[in-house]
């Protein structure tokens, strides 16, 4: 009964993100942002944590369960380049350079912000901790 709920409450987690990201897609074609609509959603997933009016412990078991099978998320993608044979050639690899660099940088800068948040977080958990009692 317990994996049950578990698994209840993973499928609604991700329902919410995948309705999110459809809410991303929407605002993308009304507004004409230059972003993928995923984008947009994470975004708006992003404010409502920020926010608080989306606790952390609503999406964590979702994210979670979707996290490890992110690369298979990807293979149509990379399967839609065999419809684009100039991606093979000069451009492609000149487009395939600048995806490596970019995205080392994301990582560096997405590290380092962790790492940040972290240390943040760490500081609080210190403070709660020696504070005194009043």
Not at 18 to 47: A, D, K, R, T
Not at 57 to 85: C, H, K, M, Q, R
Not at 101 to 126: D, M, N, P, Y
Request: charged fraction near 15%; proline fraction near 4%; aromatic fraction near 8%.
């Amino acid at each position: 009964m317990r994996k049950l709920v578990k698994l209840l409450n993973i499928t609604l987690q991700i329902a919410f993100l995948y309705v999110l990201s459809l809410l991303g897609g929407i605002i993308v074609e009304f507004l004409h942002v230059p972003l993928p609509g995923s984008i947009i959603g994470l975004i708006i997933l992003l404010l409502l944590l920020h926010m608080k009016i989306v606790k952390k412990e609503y999406v964590a078991d979702g994210a979670g369960f979707l996290l490890p099978i992110l690369t298979l998320l990807f293979i149509p993608a990379t399967v839609g380049v065999v419809n684009y044979p100039e991606l093979l050639s000069w451009l492609g690899v000149s487009l395939l350079i600048i995806t490596i660099i970019s995205t080392i940088f994301s990582l560096g800068v997405t590290a380092k912000f962790a790492q940040k948040l972290e240390q943040t977080e760490r500081q609080k958990e210190e403070v709660e901790v020696y504070a005194p009692n009043d």
